[in-house]
């Protein structure tokens, strides 16, 4: 008899024996009964279920339950696939009709922008890491959408496809294992294609200082996972300590303060959620950061978009005097308004896949001030629905 026979009969063996344990301390009124039509999976979850209401120690129990689970061959929890060492996020499907109105309002201000405009799509940890999954995993084809997406944007702005990149690196740490973020050498991977998209020479690894900050960093990921067996992250920062390079962050939530450092370590330090660790990067994402140097240039950059590029703008600093990062999710239409894209010589809009099928969020590029208000009314009426 196969192994894949067994295991399902000796987990249900296992769980009938709790039974009469239970019964002997609870009363068997409390315990889910099992019957015939019952899939395995179904009564493993009320299993679950009546261990959080019953026992004092039923966290323990539960992870019992979640290993037999594993034991019987699961490779995924609730979304998340458990792969060798790492946990892997499942983003699901496109919402179909907000991922189209996204991309009809990217195409309509690349069309109309007048400065130079890039635009990025970051495929997500399943994409690069599919090896963790199993290969029946009905997961949403990235790498065709993100060549789709940009064919509809040929001639009208500057595409960066950093996917073949990070896929000829996929056994590399590009991924953190317990959140769903580029590591520092994923950032570095993606920083590299995209310097010479915008026409600049990317650093060479070793002129970068490496500082390791914590190596037991446990991200958003495995604080949802029912599967915890998984060894913290180590999280690692970039520093480009050549030629004497100095940097201001300002942020500009509500009020104006600014670190000088682009990694202001005081705030992990100061963190009380193990997640937060990551806001070591510039201070986090409050919306609206300029990041200044002492470079003698008059290069500047303006990036539009969502958590998922900040960790790289640290390496892109190194070669622009001003760059401005802008949440179009913080800001509302007429705070966006406000912001004159003709201040800066270039523009880059990046997202993650997740964001660009999830979120209506990259609707707002056409609020962004590139043309004169009659202008821009036009773009803001042809997308509107």
């Known amino acids: 008899m196969s192994k894949r026979k067994i295991l399902p009969g000796l987990i249900l063996a296992l769980l009938l024996g709790a039974a009469g344990v239970w019964a002997l301390l609870f ?11 019952y899939q395995l999976d179904d009564y493993l979850q009320e299993f679950e279920q009546a261990l959080a209401q019953n026992l004092p120690f039923a966290d323990e129990l539960s992870s019992l339950a979640v290993k037999l ?4 061959g699961a490779k995924e929890l609730d979304g998340i696939y458990v792969g060798d060492e790492i946990l892997v996020e499942d983003i699901g499907q496109p919402i179909e009709e907000l991922t189209q109105r996204n991309i009809e309002s990217l195409v309509a ?6 400065i130079p405009t890039y635009f990025m799509l970051l495929p997500t940890k399943c994409a690069i890491k599919q090896s963790e999954i199993p290969q029946a995993a009905p997961l949403f084809n990235q790498r065709q959408f993100i060549e789709q997406t940009y064919n509809q944007l040929l001639g009208k702005a500057t595409v960066v496809d950093v996917y073949p990149a990070l896929f000829a690196r996929f056994e590399e740490d590009l991924y953190y294992k317990t959140a769903p973020d580029l590591t520092a050498l994923g950032d570095y991977c993606v920083y590299e294609v995209l310097a010479q998209r915008l026409d600049i020479t990317p650093r060479p690894q070793e002129d970068f200082d490496i500082q390791y900050v914590t190596h037991s960093y446990y991200g958003e990921t495995y604080q949802r996972s029912a599967y915890q067996d998984i ?15 100095t940097y201001s962050v300002t942020h500009s939530d509500g009020y104006a303060y600014t670190y000088d450092s682009l990694y202001p370590q005081q705030l992990m330090e100061l963190s009380e959620q193990p997640e937060d660790v990551l806001d070591v990067i510039l201070g986090g994402n409050t919306g609206d950061i300029t990041i200044r140097s002492n470079l003698k240039n008059e290069n500047t950059l303006l990036i539009v978009g969502d958590d998922s590029i900040l960790p790289v703008i640290p390496f892109l600093a190194a070669h622009y005097s001003q760059i401005r990062f ?5 800001m509302s239409a007429e705070e966006i308004e406000k912001i004159d894209c003709s201040d800066y010589q270039r523009m880059l809009i990046s997202y993650s896949v997740d964001t660009f099928i999830h979120q209506d969020v990259v609707q707002k590029v056409v609020y962004l001030n590139t043309q004169d208000q009659e202008e821009m009314k036009t773009i803001q ?5």
């Open 381 to 385: 009426q042809a997308v509107q629905p």
């Open 69 to 72: 689970q594993m034991i019987g």
């Open 27 to 37: 009363g068997r009124g409390s315990f889910p009964a099992f019957n015939r039509y």
């Open 326 to 330: 802008i949440d179009l999710e913080q």
């Open 231 to 245: 060894s913290p992250d180590v999280i690692a920062l970039y520093r480009y300590q050549k030629n004497n390079r």
């Open 109 to 114: 201000f690349s069309d109309q922008s007048r």
